[in-house]
C-alpha cells in the first residue's frame, strides 16, 4: 500500500479542483472509462480514498467485476495534481456508508479505494513520476 501523505490529503481536501476528480476504471476485458465525480471525497485513513457513488452505473459495474481503478486530482490554476491507483469495493451497507450518508443523505453506495501507487500529474519534467 502507498500512504497519503499531509499534502496530498490536504490538496484533495482545499486544493484541488472543487468538487471534481476523475475515476478510470475498465471493464473485466480491459474496455476503459472514465468518470467525472461532483461529490464528496473522504480520506478515512492515509491508505484510502472515498467517494460517492451518484450516477455512477458504469463506473460501479467496472469495480465490481475489476476493481483496479485510478483516480486524478488535479488544480488547473497551478497545474498540479496527484493520480492514484488502487484496488476498489462498492460498499452498500455498514458504517462506511452510514457515515457517508450524513453528507448525503440519498446515497446508495460509496467506493473505497485502497491506494497502492501515487503518481505526480504537476506541469513539467516531474509529470509521471511515481513517488509512493
Same mark, same amino acid.
Given at each position: ?19 471534481? &476528480? ?14 467525472? #465525480? ?10 484510502? &480514498? ?51 450518508? #450524513? ?10 479505494? #485502497?491506494?497502492?501507487? &501515487? ?11 511515481? &513517488?509512493?
Amino acid at each position: 500500500m502507498a500512504k497519503l501523505t499531509p499534502e496530498m490529503k490536504n490538496f484533495l481536501n482545499k486544493e484541488r479542483d472543487p468538487a471534481q &476528480i476523475f475515476v478510470g476504471t475498465a471493464t473485466r476485458d480491459g474496455i476503459p472509462n472514465i468518470s467525472i #465525480k461532483g461529490t464528496f471525497v473522504v480520506i478515512p485513513d492515509d491508505e484510502t &480514498i472515498l467517494f460517492a457513488d451518484v450516477y455512477s452505473s458504469k463506473t460501479l459495474e467496472n469495480v465490481k467485476r475489476n476493481p483496479n481503478v485510478t483516480i486524478a486530482a488535479m488544480n488547473s490554476k497551478t497545474f498540479k495534481g496527484y493520480q492514484f491507483k488502487g484496488k476498489a469495493e462498492v460498499v452498500e451497507s455498514g458504517p462506511v456508508l452510514e457515515d457517508a450518508r #450524513k453528507l448525503n443523505p440519498g446515497l446508495k453506495s460509496v467506493t473505497r479505494v #485502497k491506494v497502492q501507487e &501515487i503518481y505526480l500529474m504537476d506541469y513539467g519534467p516531474q509529470a509521471g513520476k511515481k &513517488i509512493a
